[in-house]
């Protein structure tokens, strides 16, 4: 008797759960690239540095990208080769050609395994890729022009924000962004076969659309995130297709230290510090984290910059890389851009 899988008004046959996915997804970062690369030209060119490295980096990444529409499978030497680069990252790297060559294969290698990621308060899907390398799944809750009401941290994460962020760090010449791609994964063929448990329970049918919950803060059943909600996909599966943004997870030797960020906001009636304090800047400015020996300060200001670009007023904690070789500060977390 064929075995089939039941879940919540979900049925597929094995057999189908195991086929190999062969169309690759439209990668969602295309459109990322384009319409950064237009705003650039039609700055004014007071804005532009003295040198146009970053633009330069920026037009050469989308000659690279090949003319079809899907992505090819990447070989195993591909990603291999990819996922050792990416363990070399010390957010110094401006080789386009690296650069291009883990986003691609971030965009296109198998998922191998699926669990709910167990930081912040929102979903988010820890994937292990072919090759054991490890992603965080970000879905897209929002269309992308629609107007998020409220106070500037309102709202769930917004995906392409995360996609913004790792460009707009190339532009700056502040590459302190993880590699992150904008991508489409079919939960019912990619996700769901190889789910673990704990994420597997929380699969529901919506309609046509599949869709899932997860285990967090604020995971709840009424709040369910479903794929084929904001757009159309040329697979004839468009329930089953969710966008978001893959975010490379840092190798694990690498030690991240988190700190409460000076100007963190409060979400709260009561006013911070540096709201009411009038010397405020000059506290911390004097203090021995912050001292005029050290870069930690003019990082923040740098993070303050890129954060007013992104509109992101959520930056309450940030991270710092430490290693023997590599003390830098990382901005992850960009979701509220």
């Given amino acids: 008797m064929e075995q089939h899988w039941f879940r919540r008004g979900l049925i597929f046959s094995k057999e189908q759960v195991q086929k190999s996915l062969t169309a690759a997804y439209r990668n969602a970062s295309d459109w990322a690239e384009q319409e950064i690369l237009q705003e650039l030209k039609n700055l004014h060119p007071k ?3 003295s040198d146009f490295s970053s633009l330069n980096l920026l037009e050469e990444r989308i000659k690279m990208k090949s003319p079809a529409k899907g992505l090819l499978r990447p070989s195993k030497e ?5 996922w050792s680069m990416a363990r070399n990252w010390n957010g110094k790297e401006k080789n386009m050609t690296i650069i291009s060559s883990i986003l691609s294969v971030l965009c296109s290698s198998q998922i191998q395994h699926a669990e709910m990621s167990r930081s912040g308060t929102q979903i988010k899907l820890l994937l292990s890729l072919e090759g054991g390398q490890q992603a965080l799944f970000k879905p897209q809750w929002y269309s992308r022009d629609e107007i998020i009401e409220g106070p500037v941290y309102a709202g769930r994460d917004r995906h392409n924000a995360e996609v913004a962020a790792f460009y707009l760090g190339l532009i700056l010449d502040m590459n302190r962004v993880p590699y992150v791609v904008g991508r489409r994964v ?15 329970e929380t699969f529901v049918q919506n309609s046509t659309h599949t869709c899932f919950y997860g285990n967090c803060a604020s995971c709840s059943p009424r709040f369910s995130v479903c794929g084929g909600k904001h757009g159309q996909d040329n697979s004839g599966r468009d329930g089953d297709i969710l966008e978001g943004a893959l975010i490379l997870m840092l ?4 030690h991240l230290k988190k700190f409460r960020h000076p100007w963190q906001r409060t979400y709260n009636n009561f006013s911070a510090r540096w709201e009411v304090q009038v010397n405020y800047c000059d506290s911390v400015r004097h203090s021995k984290m912050y001292s005029p020996a050290g870069s930690r300060l003019p990082d ?12 992101n007023g959520d930056r309450h904690h940030y991270e710092i890389l430490q290693d023997s070789n590599i003390d830098a500060f990382v901005l992850l977390d960009n979701g509220k851009g």
Avoid at 300 to 311: G, P, S
């Fill in 186 to 200: 079919d939960l019912r063929r990619e996700i769901l076969p190889v789910a673990d448990q704990g994420l597997w």
């Fill in 251 to 254: 190798p694990p030797y690498y």
């Fill in 47 to 49: 804005y532009y540095k």
């Fill in 78 to 82: 591909d990603i291999k080769l990819a």
């Fill in 300 to 311: 923040l200001v740098d993070a303050a910059i890129f954060d007013f670009l992104m509109d």
